[in-house]
């Protein structure tokens, strides 16, 4: 067989088994925040008393996304992404440290190449759809 060629995961296996699971998808969505942490661009939208609890959203939100539980929904009724995010100035150059810290821990896992892609091409898609603003930043 050569490269590219045949399944990425068993038959009836959802995304979200195939990379892991609940361990990879927290591990990833850790990281991406340790790297919000340290930037002066992101870490202004999220208030410190709450930095747990939007780490939590996040890693339910892309396990539900996947094929995991359906905890997200069940604690948070539909996602409705952009109307979560409109309070926040999320201009095209904080899109661009986001999609950079979510691309930095996707890869930090080492997943399969084909998963890599699949999941940063969503998690970039998303990232642009969020953009409300062209203001500059202030930082």
Excluded: C
């Excluded at 790297?35 to 539900?64: C, K, N, W």
């Excluded at 929904?73 to 979510?102: C, F, K, V």
């Amino acid at each position: 067989m050569s490269v590219g060629q045949g399944p990425t995961h068993a038959e009836n296996e959802s995304f979200y088994d195939a990379v892991g699971g609940h361990e990879t998808f927290a591990a990833i969505v850790r990281d991406f925040y340790e790297g919000v942490r340290s930037d002066s661009v992101l870490r202004p939208m999220y208030p410190e008393h709450d930095f747990e609890g939007a780490i939590e959203r996040l890693t339910l939100f892309l396990e539900q996304y996947w094929g995991g539980p359906t905890t997200y929904s069940e604690t948070r009724g539909h996602p409705r992404l952009r109307m979560r995010h409109q309070p926040y100035r999320i201009n095209p150059e904080a899109r661009d440290r986001w999609i950079e810290h979510m691309r930095h821990a996707v890869a930090k896992r080492n997943l399969a190449p084909l998963h890599a892609v699949t999941l940063m091409d969503y998690l970039e898609r998303a990232a642009y759809s969020m953009v409300n603003t062209f203001e500059e930043s202030e930082h």
